[in-house]
């Protein structure tokens, strides 16, 4: 389970003011659709997995 603290080490809650609220990149990941697309409606995300370690070959890749 993550706490507070962990989630703000990942940087997916920042300091404002005097509470943590979430950074873009956590609304980003976490967010509901409505608050990405309030937000930040052309964020974009792409992952993609490799074999080995020199991310040469895909094995999985979506955009």
């Not at 967010?31 to 409606?41: H, L, Q, Y």
């Amino acid at each position: 389970m993550l706490d507070k603290s962990k989630l703000e080490s990942l940087g997916i809650l920042v300091p404002f003011a005097v509470k943590l609220v979430p950074s873009i990149g956590g609304i980003i990941l976490f967010g509901n659709k409505k608050t990405r697309s309030r937000i930040c409606p052309d964020a974009r995300l792409s992952c993609a997995r490799f074999r080995g370690i020199d991310k040469s070959e895909f094995l999985y890749r979506r955009f």
